[in-house]
């Protein structure tokens, strides 16, 4: 059963990560990646009701691009507008010595009132799977704080085109919960 507190709330009080009915929710989700590794992006918007994007942007610690179509952004956001999408995306760090990094991965939707908004009421990412090849997300927008979290609405898929995915270390202490077990 779903907590009552709403999720964005909970992230305030314990941080990006929280635990819901056993299962590890995000705010954000933390991507482990090296200087000029590729990815594959499968992107699929369930919702119809409601404008969705997903948002790619390398962390603090990691400062560069993301590469899209042969232009470097810092933050490149994907709308549902373009219905499901697949692309192709890379990541560059400023500095060519650095070797690791983190690409953080959210989901946004688009207010009545035309404002965008993350990180608020019941919106979360829950990991459906995380293999060396293949990281399959699930997200939750938070248009109302009276809904609750609905993580069918948008579907993130992330193939690397070269290397692996390294899973974050609580995925794999899990007891592989994000591997469908």
């Known amino acids: 059963m779903m907590e009552p507190t ?3 709330e909970r992230y305030l009080k ?7 009915d056993g299962k590890t929710v995000y705010n954000m989700f933390p991507l482990p990646v090296r200087q000029n590794q590729r990815f594959r992006v499968r992107l699929q918007f369930r919702r119809a009701d409601l404008r969705q994007a997903v948002s790619f942007q390398l962390g603090r610690e990691s400062p560069g691009f993301v590469e899209f179509e042969g232009e470097r952004l810092k933050y490149p956001r994907f709308w549902s507008d373009y219905g499901d999408q697949e692309i192709e995306i890379g990541v560059r760090f400023k500095k060519k ?3 690791k990094g983190t690409l953080w991965i959210w989901n946004h939707w688009e207010h009545p009132s035309g404002r965008t908004d993350a990180g608020l009421n019941n919106c979360g990412i829950l990991v459906e799977e995380c293999t060396p090849k293949r990281l399959v997300l699930r997200c939750s ?3 109302s704080p009276q809904a609750p979290p609905d993580f ?3 579907r993130v898929e992330v ?11 609580e995925l794999s202490a899990s007891g592989g919960e994000a591997a469908g077990r």
């Not at 314990?14 to 819901?20: A, C, F, K, T």
């Not at 193939?159 to 270390?169: K, T």
């Open 14 to 20: 314990e941080g990006n990560r929280i635990l819901v």
């Open 141 to 143: 927008p938070g248009p």
């Open 97 to 99: 010595r650095q070797e």
């Open 6 to 8: 709403a999720l964005a």
């Open 159 to 169: 193939e690397p085109l070269d290397g692996e995915i390294e899973c974050p270390e």
């Open 152 to 154: 069918d609405a948008v």
